[in-house]
């Protein structure tokens, strides 16, 4: 484990995956829903402004704001037009809604396909800045911008939860909208905000990311993206704002080291492993909030 | 595909073929061999006398049996696997391009010369690299095979795989990928952490000069790919002043592109030759070229066609290892190279 440049790319791909995880922690939080489709949100904004940018030349700036634009109104869609409704139907109950969300997942998946084409795209770099060398270590040019983006959306989304009236407003939603709705608290507003400040999140960590892969973005990735959040969340648990960033790292760990010790065809395995313990012992993930009833 | 339109687009302007336009109909089987068959009544459906097949592998290995049955004369001027215009079902079906099987003798003409004994080598884990790789291993019977690391082909990162190609540590490394986006990850994280290496690549990225710019400044100098572009071959230097004019200055030649001009050249002859389109007929027209000077390969690399021959090269000077220059971009064939063509 003394191999830096390993160390830097386990903090470049979890900061990643603690952003995806982030967006899953808020629409958890603030609606009580595990909206699986966020893998795909993160998907569209990357892979719509390289497409953009690539097939139709537009400047990168408008291109990245047209696909964080995208993945916040299909946040917001998603909410709106199919969780809401449904919850409504089956007056609540999770599992259908939860079913409805996964149908999201992979129509988003294929209308990426059928709009931005089946070929991956190379992410494009919305700060320019220059790979370096960190000791022994090279660190890509597109690796600081994520990093540094990653720790202004925790520091921003955690500010907002603890000082802004709507972030207060979240947890109370989140873990009973019946009382919170009695109490007078906006409760769809809140659940509307939590999805499009989720989906932008998401739009946030996908169009960072994409530039840090040479493999580019393709319309598949929005499921491996969702698997590898949610994960991350699990391990980090939802007992501070910062515990999907930390679940992103440990998750990264895996993916990095376990192939490092034991051959690439084992990276699958340890990902198993992990997700098998925490799901087995500890379910409610390294930081949980403790009640006293 | 585009190229393969520019060269009808070029014979149609001068009469066609038999005084005939060529039309062009196309059916997308997404490189899926389960939607092969369907692609090809389609096509028949739609009149169609001659096929292009501008597909994969396993589309195309599915679809010799429906060919043979058919009896469509085709050309699958991409396709670079041993097994296609092979029996069983060849009888018409051809390839244009160098089959893999003349690779093994062209990197070793190299490594040999550079002194390169024994191979470091990451491959991607798809099905058709891993049958390829070991295929390919076998042939360099010159260098040895020291340390093998597999990855995911959709992977976002591989410093892992890579950190471990320094155990043991090998004279050169060879990435195998069918793959682009995983060639240029690969490149990218190899300078990273080996960056005086002698690095390889098989053909993919090689022969796809758009995607050259993807790889991180410098990261490509100095390593060397299986191309199969001469800039001196002046059959070549023709060709890519002639599609220039319809398809744009920045319009460059490139393997795959070369050999669709090749694959639209031979079918245009046989149809000629044959004096109609009855496919039989054709067939026997294909099998009677010889000698064609080919778009792609070193000066004086030719294709020929014979009814035991359906893999059209004579010989291996339609491969050339090519060196990538400061910019990532090919600068010229790699001096260690020395082909006798």
Redesign the interface.
């Known amino acids: 484990m003394n191999n830096p440049q390993l160390w830097v790319s386990v903090v470049t791909i979890g900061a990643f995956y603690g952003l995806v995880a982030l967006s899953y922690y808020l629409t958890l939080i603030g609606a009580e829903f595990f909206n699986f489709a966020i893998g795909p949100y993160a998907m569209v904004a990357a892979l719509g402004s390289s497409w953009l940018v690539v097939m139709n030349e537009w400047p990168v700036w408008s291109a990245v704001l047209v696909g964080l634009a995208s993945s916040a109104v299909l946040a917001g869609a998603t909410e709106l037009l199919v969780i809401r409704p449904v919850q409504r139907q089956v007056m609540g109950g999770e599992l259908p809604s939860l079913v409805a969300v996964a149908a999201v997942l992979f129509a988003i998946q294929q209308l990426a396909g059928l709009l931005f084409g089946y070929n991956s795209l190379p992410g494009q770099e919305v700060f320019a800045t220059q790979a370096f060398r960190l000791g022994s270590a090279g660190v890509q040019a597109a690796a600081v911008p994520l990093i540094v983006v990653t720790l202004l959306t925790f520091s921003v989304v955690a500010a907002w939860i603890r000082f802004s009236r709507t972030g207060r407003c979240l947890r109370a939603v989140g873990n009973n909208p019946t009382a919170a709705r009695l109490l007078g608290f906006p409760v769809n507003r809140i659940r509307l905000i939590t999805f499009v400040v989720g989906g932008l999140i998401a739009g946030v960590a996908g169009i960072f990311f994409a530039p840090t892969s040479g493999n580019g973005v393709s319309f598949q990735a929005g499921l491996t993206w969702a698997l590898s959040g949610f994960l991350a969340l699990v391990i980090g648990g939802t007992g501070t704002v910062w515990g999907p960033l930390i679940g992103g790292l440990i998750l990264a760990m895996a993916q990095i080291f376990v192939p490092y010790y034991f051959g690439g065809e084992t990276v699958a395995f340890g990902v198993l492993a992990l997700a098998v313990i925490f799901f087995a012992f500890r379910p409610q993930g390294l930081f949980f909030r403790k009640v006293r009833i | 595909m585009k190229t393969a339109q520019a060269a009808i687009d070029i014979i149609n302007s001068k009469g066609g073929i038999l005084g005939r336009p060529v039309q062009t109909i196309q059916c997308n089987d997404?490189s899926n061999p389960t939607r092969v068959g369907a692609c090809l009544q389609q096509l028949i459906g739609g009149g169609a006398v001659f096929f292009l097949e501008f597909t994969g592998s396993p589309a195309v290995i599915q679809s010799k049996a429906i060919i043979q049955q058919l009896r469509i004369p085709t050309l699958a001027p991409n396709n670079a696997t041993a097994s296609v215009p092979a029996p069983p079902n060849n009888d018409y079906i051809y390839t244009i391009g160098e089959s893999t099987t003349a690779w093994g003798p062209v990197y070793c003409n190299g490594m040999q010369n550079a002194g390169i004994k024994t191979l470091a080598v990451l491959l991607d884990?798809s099905p058709t690299i891993a049958t390829f790789t070991p295929a390919l291993l076998g042939a360099m019977d010159c260098v040895k095979s020291v340390n093998k690391?597999?990855?995911?082909v959709?992977?976002?990162?591989?410093?892992?795989?890579i950190?471990?190609l320094a155990n043991p540590s090998a004279d050169a490394i060879l990435i195998s990928s069918a793959?682009v986006?995983?060639?240029?990850?690969?490149?990218?994280?190899i300078?990273?952490?080996f960056p005086k290496a002698t690095v390889f690549d098989v053909a993919t990225l090689c022969n796809s000069p758009t995607n050259w710019k993807?790889?991180?400044?410098g990261t490509l100098v100095g390593s060397i790919c299986m191309g199969s572009m001469d800039p001196n071959n002046p059959e070549t230097q023709r060709v890519q002043k002639l599609l220039q004019k319809s398809m744009g200055s920045s319009f460059q030649l490139d393997q795959f592109t070369a050999e669709a001009w090749d694959g639209v050249n031979m079918m245009n002859m046989a149809i000629t030759k044959a004096g109609t389109t009855d496919g039989p007929a054709v067939n026997a027209a294909l099998q009677t070229l010889t000698n064609v000077t080919s778009a792609y390969g070193y000066k004086g690399f030719h294709l020929s066609l014979s009814a035991t021959k359906h893999n059209a090269p004579d010989g291996p000077c339609g491969l050339v290892l090519v060196q990538y220059g400061p910019t990532n971009t090919q600068q010229h064939p790699w001096d260690k190279f020395k082909p006798n063509c």
């Open positions: 997404e884990n690391q597999t990855a995911p959709n992977a976002t990162d591989i410093s892992a795989e950190a471990r793959s986006g995983f060639e240029i990850l690969a490149h990218n994280q300078a990273q952490q993807l790889a991180n400044p």
